[in-house]
């Protein structure tokens, strides 16, 4: 039976003729290439594989290639993505559970946790757009479109509640209308976080053979 692998995302698909459509990543049909054995190289293997290093991986020179060769090297999106990934649904919590028990402390503990997302967002923003454009060739398949979008939204969120915050600081003190939609943008930065995390974990560990 024939294999095929997706371009863009790496999924393997095993069937006479690739899928109308990748279930990782959302490419179509155009995106699969045939996997084919290869034949043995004539050449010793220890020569084979150095050449083959150094045209697929050639040395970086400038500090922008070197900054993008670590990022891609020690994955530094996936970690640096677990910022927002964790502290939100922490942040939010922390939200509702100041109106019930009636602690300030807890409105100011989430307050800071946003306020250490939101700088962190560009060192995440900019390594998940170095992986994009380095491991999925910069595709705008549907995942990334969600994933791109999310993200975005998630920052614009995580922005205007900090700014609210700072500019009406008893915002959570007192029920009120102004709190309830402060909770409702809350509780919408924690879905655009969520989607984003779960598109992200989608393409890592989505990659497995389908018959």
């Given at each position: 039976m024939k294999k095929w692998e997706c371009t863009i995302c790496g999924y393997i698909h095993e069937g006479e003729n690739p899928?109308?459509?990748c279930p990782v990543c959302g490419a179509d049909s155009s995106a699969f290439i045939e996997v084919t054995e290869k034949a043995a190289?004539?050449?010793?293997?220890?020569?084979t594989a150095e050449k083959g290093q150094d045209e697929e991986n050639p040395v970086p020179e400038t500090?922008?290639?070197?900054?993008?060769?670590?990022?891609?090297?020690?994955?530094?999106?996936?970690?640096?993505?677990?910022?927002?990934?964790?502290?939100i649904p922490f942040a939010f919590i922390l939200l509702?559970?100041?109106?019930?028990?009636g602690l300030i402390s807890f409105e100011t503990a989430a307050f800071y946790s946003l306020v250490f997302v939101l700088l962190n967002m560009p060192v995440v923003l900019y390594t998940g757009y170095v992986t994009?454009?380095?491991?999925?060739?910069?595709?705008?398949?549907?995942?990334?479109?969600?994933?791109?979008?999310?993200?975005?939204?998630?920052?614009?969120?995580?922005?205007?509640?900090v700014i609210w915050?700072?500019?009406?600081?008893?915002?959570?003190?007192?029920?009120?209308?102004?709190?309830?939609?402060?909770?409702?943008?809350?509780?919408?930065?924690?879905?655009?976080?969520?989607?984003?995390?779960?598109?992200?974990?989608?393409l890592v560990f989505g990659v497995k053979k389908s018959s």
């Open positions: 899928p109308d459509e190289p004539e050449t010793p293997e220890e020569d500090l922008l290639e070197k900054a993008t060769a670590l990022i891609l090297q020690f994955h530094l999106h996936p970690i640096t993505v677990h910022t927002p990934n964790g502290i509702i559970l100041t109106p019930v028990f994009w454009q380095k491991k999925y060739k910069g595709a705008m398949t549907s995942l990334f479109k969600l994933k791109i979008g999310a993200s975005i939204a998630a920052t614009v969120l995580l922005t205007l509640l915050r700072l500019v009406q600081p008893e915002v959570m003190a007192t029920p009120s209308s102004g709190r309830m939609m402060f909770i409702f943008l809350a509780l919408l930065l924690l879905a655009a976080v969520g989607i984003a995390g779960h598109m992200g974990g989608k």
